[in-house]
């Protein structure tokens, strides 16, 4: 069975700290995806990046990157200077080797991060 | 942009009632999803489908079943609402095909059973 762990439930900040969001994932799949999703306070969930168990190479996405490590089933997430727009639930999310095709994701309990101004 | 659009944003319904909730996507996505969203829980998967009157069973899915007619509309039906189904439900889409396919979301039904 696969299951995702994001231990932080809430993480508060001051603007223009820099914030990782934990996650931690377990499969049994030797090709899966890892997936963040942020969910605002509108409720709708925002697809932010997606991983493969192949490629290992960190990204950056403006004051976002990611960090990808199999060796301990982690992938998470940082967010640089971080801004009030920032303030949301974030999800990781894991699928198997249909990539959420035939198979639905598997999701984190999420983390509520708040940023103070 | 991909649309996908749930009928209602708050629905009330009382206990035992029957109620159906449903998604319309405009993308010609194969694969459909329903979830739903507690406090503390983060998303389950109720049931999905990758195929027009497919249907799979996903971690949740008592209580609940699904009809998928048409290629772009997947309803979620309570056959007799409970006040644990109280919650908010989400459904998704995505193309079929291999890759890590990314699910795109609707905006939530947020269901109150009384």
């Known amino acids: 069975a696969q299951k995702v762990t994001q231990a932080q439930t809430e993480i508060s900040v001051v603007e223009k700290e820099d914030v990782t969001l934990d996650c931690v994932y377990e499969?049994?799949?030797?090709?899966?995806?890892l997936f963040w999703y942020k969910q605002p306070p509108s409720g709708e969930l925002v697809f932010l990046i997606r991983r493969n168990s192949f490629d290992e190479q960190n990204e950056i996405s403006g004051r976002y990157s990611w960090n990808f490590q199999k060796s301990t089933s982690s992938f998470n997430f940082t967010i640089t200077a971080s801004q009030v727009v920032d303030s949301a639930v974030y999800f990781c999310a894991l699928s198997g080797s249909s990539g959420g095709g035939a198979d639905g994701l598997t999701f984190g309990k999420g983390t509520h991060l708040i940023i103070q101004p | 942009d991909v649309k996908v659009t749930q009928s209602s944003r708050y629905l009330v319904k009382r206990t035992g009632e029957k109620v159906f909730l449903e998604c319309v996507q405009d993308m010609d996505h194969e694969n459909m999803f329903w979830y739903r969203q507690d406090p503390g829980l983060g998303l389950r998967l109720i049931y999905f489908?990758?195929?027009?009157?497919?249907?799979e069973k996903g971690d949740i899915p008592e209580g609940y079943s699904v009809s998928r007619e048409k290629k772009e509309r997947f309803s979620l039906i309570l056959e007799s609402a409970s006040t644990n189904q109280t919650s908010m439900y989400l459904c998704a889409s995505s193309y079929s095909g291999t890759g890590g396919r990314q699910q795109y979301f609707g905006p939530g039904t947020r269901l109150t059973v009384t």
């Open positions: 499969t049994r799949d030797t090709t899966y995806y």
């Open positions: 489908s990758y195929d027009v009157k497919m249907k």
